[in-house]
Nanobody
Framework: QVQLVESGGGLVQAGASLRLACAFSGRSFSSYAMAWFRQAPGNEREFVASISVSGANTFYADSVKGRFTISRDNRKNTVYLQMNSLQPEDTAVYYC?????????????????WGQGTQVTVSS
């Protein structure tokens, strides 16, 4: 069974940066495409970023393109989300997700496993 544990969330001011990490265990990490989603209060969960199994391909939501960077370290079984120039509208619970596929996807149902989430709060 795959387990995903997110870390790195917190409270920051607008313009600041945060780096989220998601530790993967239970299966072969290099067989799973990874993604980050987020959910703000009262909103549906939305796609943020995805990365292929090799890390060579990435895919971003328009709202974060140019500010967020997804990466992975297949030796450490970890996926990261570097978030720069954070804005209050980025406030949400951020979830890590894993899909048994090689390519990126922004579609939630493609993902087989989900973490518990980490809170990111950006004050103005």
């Amino acid at each position: 069974q795959v387990q995903l544990v997110e870390s790195g969330g917190g409270l920051v001011q607008a313009g600041a940066s945060l780096r989220l990490a998601c530790a993967f265990s239970g299966r072969s990490f290099s067989s799973y495409a990874m993604a980050w989603f987020r959910q703000a209060p009262g909103n549906e969960r939305e796609f943020v970023a995805s990365i292929s199994v090799s890390g060579a391909n990435t895919f971003y939501a328009d709202s974060v393109k140019g500010r967020f960077t997804i990466s992975r370290d297949n030796r450490k079984n970890t996926v990261y989300l570097q978030m720069n120039s954070l804005q209050p509208e980025d406030t949400a619970v951020y979830y890590c997700a894993a899909a048994f596929r090689t390519v990126c996807s922004g579609y939630g149902p493609d993902y087989d496993y989900w973490g518990q989430g980490t809170q990111v709060t950006v004050s103005s």
